[in-house]
């Protein structure tokens, strides 16, 4: 779980050959939204950008309404 844009949600993290993060609405401990709203794409992977003191800046940022429609922000 973290914060993002003020707002409780749930990261998940993929960093076989490029870093990915999407970030789901948090619900519960349990329970998270079907589709991601938020996804960072930070390049070549093999690294957590979450668990960096300084997080590195995403090289782009995709914002998604709750049906999984782009509606902002630049995909990779």
């Known amino acids: 779980m973290v914060e993002r844009d003020g707002t409780k949600m749930l990261a998940e993290v993929s960093s076989f050959l490029d870093v990915d993060v999407y970030y789901y609405d948090y619900k519960n401990w349990f329970v998270r939204s ?11 992977g093999g690294y957590n950008p979450l668990k960096n003191e300084l997080m590195p800046e995403p ?10 429609n ?7």
Request: net charge negative; aromatic share 18%; hydrophobic share 20%.
């Open 34 to 44: 079907e589709k991601y709203r938020i996804h960072e794409w930070y390049g070549d």
């Open 59 to 68: 090289i782009t940022v995709t914002y998604y309404d709750e049906n999984g």
């Open 70 to 76: 782009r509606i902002g922000g630049a995909g990779h």
